[in-house]
């Protein structure tokens, strides 16, 4: 596996301070911690996200105007240190509290409980939305436990927008996990990531197989097949949302193609033109699309489609303007 | 002067001794970093072996750096560098472990058996409570109660402290075999399912290899004189 790096243990400073150097005119790095803030921060509730390294240009590249003020990140792959949070956190509360946004893992959801308890030791009040997007990681019923992973892109949208609009916590995280609720992913995986540390393949696939539904660290899907033609895909994948969550003719959605890492942005527009139509078909509307890769996995190719079903609250916030070095959108509406 | 070697004899390890013991036990853990990359890469994502080590690494330099009085000070150095340094769910769970284990202990400077019993048993609550898993998840868990229970038996016959330790050694490796046959509840392995079945858990791999270090530590000192009597 060939990879542009120095040594793999200074993978994530250094792509922090690579960060800093590109942008720190907005943007600074958290004293001794892989966080990331942007500077003068209004006085309103903050909006944090984070998680592992390895699905740039989330999660630091989420952080920005209507985005979230700060990240979080760990090591490849690994939550982020409780400290991490912390030190992110109480450089952004202005006394209004803070939101986690983050993806449903258990790493996560320890060091951030972990920093939240830490946090409340210091007088600041946090809330906690969980992503937990992706159809294929859990049954409907034990969709509490499903994974997140492209659908952190709307919920931190709508989080940002919401804090943007001096709301209180309550309301903030109340709208959050609306836009979590509303939204539902599919990811398919062609091939695999390699870890920097151990120099690997995350798994193992034949040069002719898919795995549907695989989780953004390689984490088993529900079904391996023969590789399908872009549009056979995109049907299939289609088919597990519209399975979940109820879709109705004259219903509007946001909707992403998200490629994983080596997907290239022709493959994902042919994607993308399958979707449309298939949207179109069901006489539902698509009000707003990104085709882009945010959540990757290093280099694994592949491509997850995300919907989040609006309502006039969700459509408002979406409405915002938004904008960072890998995240843009001009207020409508 | 030779004591005779039978249960019932109070022996204790010094606050001295516990920390060197910790810097050993840390050592063999690090030591064992392939092997806990190779099982985690089984069914996880596998950088438990090198989060362990980023782990254990910091403890000990910060263990030889400060100025240890008593063994509440030790766990929690320990869990500290754990907690602010690992990340991932294996940082805070084993940071848990040993922050639990003296959380608003009084001043602890020697180690008895009945004093390590108390200490892995509040470390063990620890983690459940933060974790949330009970035995038969497939975590950290399967080999860490079974040892504490075999630390509660040995204290409640009055067993000798190197005995105690192999039994709860023993136990903490039994515990692991049988993550072999589990279906995971946390984690990453638990998107397998039931092809995460005759794989260890790599958690539960490491507090083995803590209790066996612990107890050849322990052992070795008995060997050569010095464990300390009551």
Do not use: W
């Amino acid at each position: 596996m060939k990879k542009v790096i120095n040594n793999p243990e200074n993978v994530v400073n250094e792509m922090v301070e690579g960060f800093i150097a590109a942008f720190g005119n907005d943007y600074k790095k958290v004293q001794d911690t892989n966080g990331v803030i942007i500077k003068n921060k209004p006085k309103r509730v903050a909006v944090v996200t984070g998680g592992g390294s390895g699905h740039e240009p989330l999660f630091i590249g989420m952080v920005g105007e209507g985005l979230a003020d700060g990240a979080a990140i760990g090591n490849v792959f690994a939550a982020p240190t409780p400290n991490t949070v912390l030190e992110v956190t109480k450089e952004l509360d202005s006394g209004q509290g803070v939101l986690y946004v983050y993806g449903n893992y258990s790493g996560d959801v320890l060091n951030f409980d972990m920093a939240a308890e830490l946090a409340e030791l210091e007088d600041i009040t946090t809330k906690t939305v969980l992503v937990n997007d992706d159809v294929a990681s859990a049954t409907k019923e034990n969709a509490f436990d499903r994974r997140g992973i492209a659908g952190d892109i709307f919920a931190i949208k709508i989080a940002g927008a919401a804090a943007n609009d001096n709301l209180t916590l309550e309301e903030v995280a109340r709208i959050t996990q609306k836009a979590a609720d509303h939204t539902r992913s599919i990811g398919v995986a062609l091939s695999p990531s390699s870890i920097p540390s151990t120099g690997k393949y995350t798994f193992e696939i034949a040069d002719d197989e898919i795995e549907l539904g695989m989780g953004i660290h390689g984490e088993p899907g529900v079904k391996r097949t023969k590789l399908q033609t872009a549009d056979e895909l995109t049907a299939n994948m289609l088919d597990y949302i519209f399975d979940d969550i109820e879709l109705q003719e004259n219903d509007e959605v946001c909707v992403l193609v998200n490629g994983l890492g080596s997907t290239t942005l022709m493959e994902l527009f042919i994607v993308n033109r399958k979707v449309a139509k298939i949207l179109s078909e069901k006489g539902i509307s698509i009000y707003d699309t990104d085709v882009n890769s945010y959540c990757t996995t290093l280099e694994m190719a592949g491509v997850s489609i995300t919907l989040m079903k609006l309502d006039d609250e969700l459509k408002k916030y979406y409405n915002k303007p938004a904008n960072s070095p890998y995240y843009f959108k001009k207020g409508r509406g | 002067m030779m004591v005779a070697e039978t249960d019932g004899v109070q022996t204790y390890l010094s606050t001295k001794q516990v920390k060197d013991l910790y810097i050993y036990v840390g050592q063999k853990v690090i030591e064992a970093k392939p092997t806990l990359t190779e099982i985690d890469s089984a069914i996880g994502d596998g950088d438990h072996g090198i989060g362990m080590e980023v782990g254990f690494k910091k403890a000990i330099q910060q263990l030889n750096e400060i100025e240890v009085e008593d063994i509440n000070t030790i766990y929690k150095e320990i869990g500290k560098a754990m907690i602010s340094n690992m990340g991932g769910a294996s940082g805070v769970l084993f940071g848990t472990f040993f922050v639990a284990s003296v959380k608003n202990k009084p001043v602890i400077d020697k180690l008895t058996l009945a004093t390590f019993t108390h200490l892995v048993q509040s470390g063990l609550e620890g983690v459940q409570a933060r974790g949330k898993a009970k035995v038969g998840d497939k975590t950290m868990i399967d080999a860490l109660a079974p040892a504490v229970e075999a630390l509660n038996a040995a204290v409640e016959q009055n067993k000798d402290l190197v005995k105690a330790l192999q039994v709860a050694s023993e136990q903490a490796e039994l515990g692991l075999e049988q993550t072999k046959q589990l279906v995971a509840k946390f984690g990453r392995a638990k998107s397998l399912g039931e092809r995460a079945i005759g794989h260890q858990d790599a958690g539960a791999t490491t507090i083995s290899i803590i209790f066996k270090s612990i107890f050849d530590y322990v052992c070795n000192l008995k060997t050569n004189g010095e464990l300390l009597y009551e």
